[in-house]
């Protein structure tokens, strides 16, 4: 590295942070996020020493560059082959990234494999109190991850309420797409929605607003566009369509039950009759969907 | 009001169900949802058939309420 030492030291720092800085992102790039989350041991401890290899280079004026550089491309690649034959074979990766540890099941503190993992009971609670579990008694089950964070399963009377639970039937939802941001229409996202620009601009037009006074615009599951507008002090109605609607059937659920109660006519009578349970069937099934 | 404006008039909320049940159908993205919007449509039509008719039947009987 002759050149090198006829350069100043500023100079060799910013173009070896540069250099390291490419080299870096370039592995990280190649592992993939789980490097970034550093789920398993293995990426904790190759994250942190490609870090320090590279800090180590960057500002010691007097190491080789190429060995630096050498060493994170070593480390990036044992990662990526540790990576590899863990996704092939189940034992390589429990002893490489390690397997959890049940602490709590049924109910019970398994007081062996806390004192196995250093834990105190303290540092249980502290991890239970996180997840806003402050009764031991509530867990059914609790696992701690190789990654150090607490999996707790409450026990079911414990557990929030679902529909599921209640027996309500829901519909399923797509995700809503953001459609304008910033004033500016996103085609794509309008695409994926099914729409179309004129659409929009309709939809716009129905709320009184022009485009350039929407920050954020979204379209959920049942096309309804919802809408938020620059100037806080305006109010925006929230679509209604689907409550109207629900209201609409409901009353004229109750007008048909009328008629067959006011007609004398006998065949009118039943043909009332039979048209407001139709009603009501359709008033049940469409319930999941116009409600919530 | 008389019965036959009555029935009219709920004749015209159904058509107006009818119609947003049909747009619904067709602005949802979620395929489940189109299918019972799409159903349920029809059903409606079949009540908004009968109420038509009961119309007529209606307005025969009474040719003053015609209209």
Not at chain 1, 21 to 48: A, C, D, N, P, R
């Amino acid at each position: 590295m002759i050149e090198v030492k006829k350069m100043p030291g500023w100079v060799v720092i910013v173009g070896r942070s540069i250099i390291f800085l490419l080299l870096m992102l370039l592995t990280t790039k190649m592992l993939g996020k789980k490097q970034i989350s550093e789920l398993s041991f293995f990426e904790y401890v190759s994250g942190i020493t490609i870090g320090s290899i590279a800090g180590e280079v960057i500002t010691g004026l007097e190491s080789n560059l190429y060995h630096g550089a050498l060493a994170i491309i070593i480390f990036g690649l044992t990662t990526l082959l540790v990576d590899f034959l863990s996704l092939k074979s189940k034992s390589f990766r429990d002893m490489v990234e390690g397997r959890g540890t049940v602490l709590i099941r049924d109910g019970k503190v398994l007081e062996d494999n806390l004192k196995k993992e250093k834990y105190t009971i303290d540092e249980l609670s502290a991890l239970l109190r996180q997840k806003d579990i402050f009764r031991v008694a509530d867990v059914e089950f609790a696992v701690l991850e190789p990654r150090g964070t607490l999996s707790a399963l409450l026990k079911k009377e414990n557990r929030p309420l679902t529909p599921k639970d209640l027996q309500i039937k829901t519909a399923t939802e797509k995700e809503p797409q953001t459609v304008i941001m910033d004033g500016c229409i996103l085609d794509e996202a309008l695409r994926s929605s099914g729409k179309g620009r004129r659409w929009l601009q309709m939809e716009l037009e129905k709320l009184n607003l022009t485009l350039d006074n929407v920050f954020l615009g979204q379209v959920d599951s049942y096309g309804e566009l919802t809408v938020d507008i620059y100037d806080d002090k305006i109010q925006v109605p929230s679509p209604q369509q689907r409550p109207l609607l629900m209201a609409m059937l409901k009353k004229t659920q109750a007008d048909l039950e009328l008629f067959s109660l006011e007609t004398e006519c006998e065949k009118s009578k039943t043909m009332y009759k039979k048209n407001a349970v139709k009603f009501q069937e359709t008033i049940d099934k469409l319930a999941p969907y116009l409600i919530g | 009001m008389t019965i036959v404006s009555n029935v009219k008039q709920t004749l015209s909320t159904i058509k107006s169900i009818e119609a947003q049940l049909s747009s619904f159908a067709i602005n949802s993205l979620d395929e489940n949802a189109k299918k019972v919007f799409h159903e349920t449509m029809l059903t409606i039509c079949d009540v908004k058939d009968d109420l038509q008719n009961r119309i007529y039947e209606l307005e025969r009987a009474e040719p003053q309420y015609k209209g």
